[in-house]
């Protein structure tokens, strides 16, 4: 990790300050800076490369910074401070803190050979957050919450797609996260199977637990968002309530992009 930076102390969920990314010569994330607050739904909006998944991965240190950081409820993420730098954590310890935050992939990433209850209780065993009769107890719960309570030895391979996801959103909220982040949730998904994941998600949305979610459901940040967010080129070229940005944009590429996905 490169370059210095100054830290604060912060009451926000998640915090990402001058945020630089490189992959080669390309510059992936160029000075991203983002405050969500506590309890806030954020959707994140862009065309294809333009750094949202880099963004997300690194909330949760999936993705190391070059320069900058990320703060989660004010405690840095994968990296300390070292005088006026910021060094790496060990591996210990940054799963540790990515124990405390939820992550939703575009592809599922369930474990083949786990029935879904197992896929569920496995997280909160092996990270000692609960015994194996309290994880499995809370994945029969979660598996209700989401519409699969008879799914439960049911093995991915047996479930669609939208099932599938459903069971990796149960997955994400075992470890019962104060952050959630979804990656594209609905992208891997047939037309018709989207609205079962996103019913899903809008019921978290007013639960308290804050989101962070990237998206091209335009109607769902519309509907849920508290906070939308345009990132282009990795850069963030405009921010606001969805009344702000998706009904009244200023910026000429959020009204370009939103004109050919509206």
Known sequence: MTGTTTLTATAAAVEVHGAHKWYGANRVLDGVDLTVQPGQVAVILGPSG?????LLRAINHLEQLDVGHVSVNG?????????????????RAILAQRAGIGFVFQGFNLFPHLTALENIAAAPVATGRATREEARATARDLLERVGLADKADAYPRQLSGG?????????????????????????ALDPELVGEVLA??????????????VTH?????????????????GRILEQGSPAEVLDNPQHPRTREFLSRVL
């Open 75 to 91: 405690e840095l993420i994968g990296v300390r401070r070292h005088g006026e730098r910021l060094k790496e954590l060990g591996e």
């Open 163 to 187: 099932q599938q996801q459903r069971v990796a959103i149960a997955r994400a909220l075992a470890q019962k996260p104060g952050l959630i982040l979804f990656d594209e949730p609905t992208s």
């Open 50 to 54: 333009s750094g949202k998944s880099t």
């Open 217 to 233: 459901e335009i109607g769902f940040a519309r509907e849920v968002a508290d906070l939308v967010v345009f990132l282009d080129g």
């Open 200 to 213: 899903v998600i809008k019921d978290l949305a007013g639960s308290g637990t804050t989101l962070i979610v």
